[in-house]
């Protein structure tokens, strides 16, 4: 007889393991120094990293600013029927200036790390036309290009410090002459590093001439007098928009110190602010000043 019921078990599908999760690899950040072939510690001039001493110094800084203008805009709410500030007055005065402070040094350090390393490389400039003249005029008194670069140490020595940027690279360049480096590679290095245009195109040059037996003193004469121009007209326009940048800049402080200046002087006025209107026409008026600050910044900030 066949059985009533049939229980079969059924098959138990093997359990799917859950994927492992794939981690994105770390973006990593550039090195701050490489060493050359001579084991020569050498500067990424295409990064910039602070001290302990800048970090601190420019993150107090941020913090305060950020702290006092997020206290001035907005603080002194939650005061009572007589205009006396409260406890609450008080945490929230304290929470304004804290929050503000943090994300002004947040956005500020970035910001000025670039423009710490813009003015190291705007230095390195001016320091690398100098070379170019000094190798000019030892290749000009007949001197070989290797014995040029000797030279240039020498002579730039009486012009910066041991430690200049301009001296530093002219020591790594004569000490991998000496060991046999082809002064390609070590243009070439040295070229990588520090992310300008002009040293780039230098060093492209200068290897397919030293290569095919082009005029050196020519390339390196070339290459001084458009760095030389370059930097002539950067210098006039900086000059030329110096007072545009004070205005730009005090355009930026202006609404800060009136409303700073306000509510010292005039707390009726001041209560103002405090109202729903009063915040709402502050936060329009700080995004139409900040806006117009970044707008302008763009006009003016001219690269050559």
């Known amino acids: 007889m066949k059985p009533l019921f049939n229980f079969k078990k059924k098959e138990e599908k093997p359990k799917e393991q859950p994927?492992?999760?794939?981690?994105?690899?770390?973006?990593?950040?550039?090195?701050?120094y490489y060493?050359?072939?001579?084991?020569i510690q050498t500067l990424n001039y295409k990064v910039y990293y602070m001290t302990k001493k800048e970090a601190i110094l420019y993150i107090l800084l941020g913090f305060v600013v950020g702290g006092l203008a997020g206290y001035a805009f907005f603080g002194g709410q939650f005061?009572?029927?007589?205009?006396?500030?409260?406890?609450?007055?008080?945490?929230?005065?304290?929470l304004l200036f804290v929050v503000f402070g943090t994300l002004a040094a947040r956005f500020y350090l970035p910001i000025r790390t670039k423009q710490l390393c813009e003015n190291r490389k705007r230095q390195l400039t001016l320091q690398?036309?100098?070379?170019?003249?000094?190798?000019?005029?030892?290749?000009?008194?007949g001197k070989n290009v290797t014995d040029a670069f000797k030279s240039s140490y020498a002579d730039l020595g009486n012009q910066y410090e041991s430690g200049a940027m301009i001296m530093n690279e002219l020591e790594v360049i004569n000490t991998g002459l000496i060991n046999g480096i082809t002064l390609e590679e070590l243009l070439k290095d040295f070229a990588d590093r520090s992310g300008i245009d002009d040293i780039a195109d230098f060093t492209n040059v200068f290897e397919?001439?030293?290569?095919?037996?082009?005029?050196?003193?020519?390339?390196?004469?070339n290459t001084y007098d458009v760095i030389s121009d370059k930097i002539t007209v950067r210098e006039d326009i900086i000059t030329m928009y110096a007072g545009t940048k004070i205005e730009l800049n005090m355009m930026l402080v202006?609404?800060?110190?009136?409303?700073?200046?306000?509510?010292?002087?005039?707390?009726?006025?001041?209560?103002?602010?405090?109202?729903?209107?009063?915040?709402?026409?502050e936060i329009v008026g700080i995004a139409i000043v900040?806006?117009?600050?970044?707008?302008?910044?763009?006009?003016?900030?001219?690269k050559i």
Do not use: H, W
Not at 35 to 39: A, E, F, G, W
Not at 82 to 92: H, S, W
Not at 208 to 221: A, D, F, L, S, W
């Open 79 to 94: 005061k009572d029927e007589f205009g006396v500030a409260t406890k609450l007055t008080l945490i929230v005065d304290i």
């Open 254 to 281: 202006l609404p800060l110190a009136m409303i700073i200046v306000m509510k010292l002087t005039s707390t009726d006025f001041a209560n103002n602010y405090a109202s729903v209107t009063g915040l709402v026409s």
């Open 290 to 302: 900040i806006v117009a600050y970044l707008m302008a910044k763009k006009i003016v900030d001219i």
């Open 208 to 221: 397919i001439c030293y290569r095919k037996g082009g005029n050196i003193k020519e390339v390196i004469r």
């Open 35 to 39: 060493r050359s072939k001579t084991n």
């Open 19 to 32: 994927k492992a999760k794939v981690k994105k690899p770390a973006v990593e950040k550039e090195p701050q």
């Open 128 to 141: 690398f036309r100098d070379m170019l003249e000094a190798l000019t005029t030892s290749l000009n008194a």
